[in-house]
């Protein structure tokens, strides 16, 4: 484990050189240009949660709990079969495959999980641990523990010269583009227009996309956000307060 940490960590200061850059070694592009479900907003106990587009510069301080027999060999969010024996762990932001640096501030013990899975749901708690990650932690007898997380990157692994080769994947500016705040979706045509001539009656650039799921087609509508996510952000939340508690902000 302590050859894997160094690794790790010769690794990071090659590709980071300060904690927010992260530039990846020269391969062949990533595959999948759709966003995974696992990127996309969702709902748990009535509060939203809205997943990070990257994990750079990333950290955290918080509790970490664990999870172990009774969820061995159930799916986890990413599709995975949950191994307690791995060195996993349970996020509710994170991209799944992000590298995480988890210090036990009770002990200072620290070790290096995969995100592979959403949670906890427990307010105060900033990681569902593996159980062989939280005996290594020392987090296993007590059940929870403060910890301090610092992201490392997202990586993706891949063949060459038949070899299993990982590689850390770029991080764009998700801070700035053309967002758009998605209020309702309807599969009637009629009131998704409905919708948005109301809101264009208050002055605000609304659209309908068409989406084909496969067995039903949704129009869904939009009301152009600006071109700063932090922006966006501040129409979804007057959205909300306006009856549309559903509201979340798309990328074009």
Request: hydrophobic letters at 35%; charged letters at 25%; aromatic letters at 10%.
């Amino acid at each position: 484990m302590k050859k894997l940490f160094s690794l790790l960590l010769v690794i990071l200061f090659l590709l980071c050189g300060c904690a927010t850059r992260v530039t990846p070694p020269t391969g062949p592009p990533v595959p999948g240009r759709k966003t995974p479900g696992t990127q996309r907003p969702y709902r748990i106990n009535g509060r939203k949660y809205y997943p990070l587009p990257t994990a750079q510069g990333f950290e955290e301080r918080g509790i970490a709990s664990w999870y172990g027999r009774q969820f061995h060999g159930r799916k986890t969010s990413n599709g995975e079969t949950y191994d307690m024996y791995a060195e996993t762990a349970a996020h509710k932001t994170l991209p799944m495959n992000t590298r995480v640096l988890v210090k036990n501030l009770d002990n200072n013990r620290e070790m290096v999980v995969r995100i592979n899975d959403r949670g906890p749901f427990v307010r105060g708690r900033v990681i569902d641990l593996s159980y062989t990650a939280a005996k290594k932690l020392g987090v296993v007898a007590k059940g929870t523990a403060r910890v301090k997380l610092t992201a490392l990157g997202e990586a993706v692994t891949y063949r060459k010269n038949n070899k299993k080769v990982e590689r850390f994947l770029p991080h764009p500016d998700f801070k700035t583009g053309d967002f758009y705040i998605q209020i309702g979706s309807f599969t009637l045509l009629d009131n998704a227009r409905r919708l948005c001539r109301k809101i264009r009656g208050q002055g605000k650039n609304c659209l309908i996309r068409k989406y084909d799921r496969g067995d039903m087609i949704f129009y869904r509508v939009q009301v152009h956000g600006g071109n700063t996510l932090r922006g966006a952000g501040k129409l979804e939340k007057y959205f909300e307060k306006s009856g549309y508690p559903d509201s979340f902000v798309v990328a074009k």
